[in-house]
């Protein structure tokens, strides 16, 4: 019979105990006994959030094929369970086995948002694992970190032996190699086991690299210690997608996932370069999966699981090139089971309304725009090719098709954003609403349309062409947002409109993570040490333990939030080699400043840097 | 065509609430390629419902699940193809043709058996005769009055006509769990041969859905215990007629 570690008295006093106790389908069973490593896979926010992650199901496949490796799982326990655990000194365990996390060989955890960096904390401390890199013993778990947050990873840089740059399928098998052997020697020291790490590609080991600084805060050098730790690190790249592993037979959870449903990952990186967005610049280039191989994935999952719905996952579904074919495959294929189709990250246009209108109820449902800027000075200066005419066309289409709801989305804070630029995001709004009365007869109309529109504040990111950007303090964002709201407010269809947006504390805790220096680590352990973790929920976030924090390392955030950046200044993240090179993004940089757009890798190579790769539309 | 299936629920399922279960099974039957009927509609469900929703934590093997296929299937085919889709924790146990007017089992079910006992962190009732204190509890009182929380407040309402059966005993008398498809002992819970184990037989469904914890509270209460009971409950059998013939929901 199955054990599990927390007790029955506490899984019974502690809100969804099903998110502790392991034993979905589809999750692998193995005898610790027999293999070589035991590496646990964590998501440092809560269960549901982290099951609905399709990059750990993909390692946690991969790893798995490997017998001498178990590959385990763990999500960041509850605030209810933390207390007790912290109280009666219980130690985290993972998921399967159920056994404490201190005692594996490697704990990963993927770092998808900013606002995660304490519940990273929250993982090591519930284990039991020091916190810091230069506290851990040889019999403690090789603590890595990998996801988008480790393309600027010097924030976090004190907490981690090993954070891995790029896409997890390449190196992790070297490594474990390695680490086999080194364990096998049977003299294992874990300052030769990292030494010997960092030699493999796309793994940084930040304990082996120092930083100097200038006196005016900015990074003089950074440098490794050693000379045969390598100067720079080089995101890993899968070359060719079909051949790459893929989980056919994902878990699949008791406790109702954010994603419940299969999902279909059709290609990875994005053609277009609109100029605020990192996932467009650190997933190049793009790289499709056969429409053939995707055919059989498709079927194979929803056999294995029993899920009743499919999604496609890919930054922009519009682009892949055999769109129709995929489409029509699962109307056909899929739906005639009771299969539902969701289908995110549609262009709006005739193609993707014909196809929304068979897998969706048009009364409930609404079309989403995302044309981040409201006016077009502005959408050129960030790179957004939709145009107004673009937006207005498929809105018409999509309200006589029957839609009478619209969703829009915006940011502000954008570089070189004027008042007329915010106002230009309700303006918008309105004229779509006018054109819904033009368009729809009273008679078929379906009462009022509802225009919603929302915003989010931008905040810059490493290795996107507003790295070099400044941002702005909480009451200047929150002056933004007003503008817009009062503007709305003057709007002939000021009825038909809505406005949402979001908190700007967040935002600015966010900005100073994204492009944080190695500094900013002490500020992280102080607010976790002073009980502040789970950021990213509203009801756990607390400004002002960020605002003790930085003032007891003394930090100041303006430095990080306030500064545009000088064209040469040294980033925190310059010794990693992205793909995309300083240069391109430098130019990218100067013709926004000139509202020059640049078109996307399909229409013409820009020469960003990432042939380099020898792979996806860069061959074409 | 209509079948009623039965299944258990035990061992670490016990803590998958009622609609994660409803989740769980929707995904069985799709597969185990269980051609099941389904709703009309853009989200379609499949045709199925649960007799009585089982309390987190609370474990049985008396479990029924009505369901309605598309064309006529092999009922002991339907078993094996599920069985070969459960997770360690749930068994099918059986299934059966139900006629076009059979009422829904969500319906029918007006009664429940539970086998109860007690977990380690309540170590009370050691050193009390079980048999007797029960009996004198539900035979010698002529009403059994607890306060019942309803959506309107609080009301007292007389649980003694809503319990059909109600024995106590130790672990020492196999009688009380032997012929169980699930193995209730654990060592969790307190399973030694004098520790008390309890036989109840209490009215459920739609109606007068008595909860096993609300007739332990009168049973402390009644005894003299001042804090409240800790039970590890496990559902034995659903019934769908009353007192004094009740028939299995399986029957
Ligand atoms: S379309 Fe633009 S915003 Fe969307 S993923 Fe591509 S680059 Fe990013
Ligand atoms: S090298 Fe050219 S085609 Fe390849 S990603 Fe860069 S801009 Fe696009």
New interface residues.
């Given amino acids: 019979m199955r054990k599990l570690f927390l007790s029955d008295e506490i899984l019974m006093s502690v809100e969804k105990s099903a998110r502790y106790i392991g034993n979905e389908v589809n999750s692998i069973k193995k005898n610790p006994e027999d293999v070589d490593l035991r590496f646990c896979m964590c998501f440092p926010d809560v269960y549901e959030i982290g099951m609905s992650h399709l990059g750990i199901q993909i390692l946690y496949e991969m790893m798995n094929r490997r017998e001498d490796v178990y590959c385990e799982r763990v999500y960041s326990p509850w605030p209810d369970l933390h207390k007790i655990m912290k109280e009666q000194d219980i130690p985290l365990f993972s998921l399967e086995s159920q056994d404490p996390i201190k005692n594996f060989d490697m704990l990963g955890i993927t770092l998808q948002y900013e606002m995660c960096y304490t519940n990273i904390l929250q993982i090591l401390d519930l284990s039991q694992i020091p916190l810091l890199t230069k506290d851990r013993r040889d019999e403690d778990p090789i603590i890595i970190g990998g996801g988008p947050c480790v393309y600027n990873p010097e924030p976090i840089a004190i907490f981690f032996d090993i954070l891995y740059i790029g896409e997890g399928e390449i190196s992790y098998n070297a490594l474990f190699d390695l680490y086999i052997s080194e364990r096998k020697s049977g003299n294992f020291n874990r300052e030769s086991f990292l030494r010997k790490a960092a030699q493999i590609p796309g793994l940084y080991v930040p304990s082996l690299y120092d930083v100097t600084y200038k006196e005016d805060g900015t990074i003089d050098e950074f440098f490794p210690l050693y000379e045969d730790v390598p100067k720079t690190v080089l995101r890993q790249v899968v070359t060719d997608m079909d051949a790459s592993p893929y989980p056919t037979k994902p878990i699949v959870p008791f406790v109702q996932a954010t994603q419940d449903r299969a999902v279909l990952e059709i290609q990875r990186g994005c053609i277009r370069g609109c100029r605020f967005c990192q996932a467009g610049m650190i997933y190049r280039p793009n790289r499709e999966r056969s429409f053939e191989v995707l055919e059989g994935y498709a079927k194979e999952i929803l056999s294995s699981t029993g899920h009743d719905e499919i999604s496609l996952s890919s930054l922009s579904s519009s682009d892949y090139t055999q769109l129709p074919e995929l489409v029509n495959f699962l109307i056909d294929d899929c739906c005639k089971d009771g299969v539902n189709i969701s289908l995110p990250s549609l262009r709006i246009d005739a193609f993707s309304l014909d196809v929304m209108s068979k897998v969706q109820d048009i009364k409930k449902s609404s079309v989403t725009f995302a044309p981040e800027a409201g006016s077009q000075r502005m959408r050129n200066v960030i790179n957004k090719g939709l145009t107004v005419e673009d937006i207005l066309g498929g809105a018409q289409k999509a309200f006589m098709g029957g839609w009478n709801k619209v969703k829009l989305y915006f940011m502000l804070g954008l570089p070189s954003e004027t008042e007329e630029d915010m106002k230009a995001i309700p303006i918008l709004g309105n004229e779509i609403a006018a054109l819904y009365y033009d368009t729809v007869p009273k008679e078929q109309r379906n009462g009022k349309c509802q225009i919603t529109m929302s915003t989010s504040f931008f905040v810059p990111k490493p290795f996107t062409p507003f790295q070099w950007a400044r941002m702005y303090g909480k009451d200047e964002y929150l002056h933004r947002a007003k503008v817009v709201n009062d503007t709305m407010k003057e709007q002939l269809n000021h009825k038909s409109l809505r406005y949402q947006w979001h908190h700007a504390d967040v935002t600015v805790l966010e900005g100073i993570f994204a492009r944080g220096d190695r500094k900013v680590g002490d500020a992280i352990l102080y607010a976790y040490e002073h009980g502040q973790f789970f950021d990213a929920w509203g009801e756990f976030f607390d400004v002002k333990n960020w605002d003790d924090a930085f003032a007891a390392c003394g930090i100041d955030p303006d430095f990080y939030i306030m500064r545009e950046r000088d064209i040469d200044e040294v980033f925190p993240w310059d010794f990693i080699e992205c793909g995309v090179t300083k240069e391109f993004l430098k130019r990218e940089w100067l013709r926004s400043k000139e509202g020059l757009v640049t078109k996307n890798c399909k229409m013409q190579c820009n020469g960003c840097g990432c042939g380099t790769f020898d792979c996806g539309i860069c061959l074409r | 065509m209509k079948i009623r299936l039965r299944f258990s629920k035990y ?3 016990k ?3 009622h ?2 279960m409803l ?2 099974f ?6 185990a ?1 269980v051609p099941m009927k ?1 709703s009309e ?4 469900h ?1 045709v199925m419902s649960f007799a009585a929703p089982l309390g ?2 609370v474990t049985s093997e008396g479990e029924y699940m009505d369901i309605e296929v598309t064309q006529d299937v092999d009922l002991e085919k339907l078993v094996f193809d599920l069985n070969q ?1 459960m ?3 749930v068994d099918v146990l059986s299934a059966m043709v139900l006629d076009d007017h059979t009422k829904k089992a969500m319906a029918a079910v007006t009664c429940a058996k539970y086998v109860i006992y007690l ?3 309540s170590n009370l009732l050691k050193n009390v005769d079980i048999a007797a204190s029960v009996k004198s509890f539900y035979e010698d009182q002529s009403e059994i009055l607890v306060v019942k929380k309803t959506k309107k407040g609080e009301k007292e309402v007389d649980l003694k006509p809503f319990i059909f059966d109600f024995r106590g005993s130790t672990f020492e008398d196999r009688t009380f769990y032997q012929d169980l498809k699930v ?1 209730i002992k ?1 060592d ?2 307190c399973c030694e041969a004098t520790d008390p184990v309890f036989v109840l037989q209490v009215s459920t469904g739609s109606n007068d859905n008595i909860k096993p914890e609300l007739v332990f509270s009168a049973l402390y209460r009644y005894l003299g215990i001042e804090e409240e009971p800790v039970i590890a409950i496990h559902r034995v059998e659903l019934y769908q007629k009353e007192a004094p013939d009740f028939i299995s929901l399986g029957a």
């Fill in positions: 061992n670490t399922m803590y998958i609430g609609l994660d989740r769980y929707q995904k069985a039957f799709r597969r390629k389904y509609g853009f989200n379609p499949p987190v934590g889709q997770v360690e924790g977990k380690k962190n193995d654990n969790e819970f």
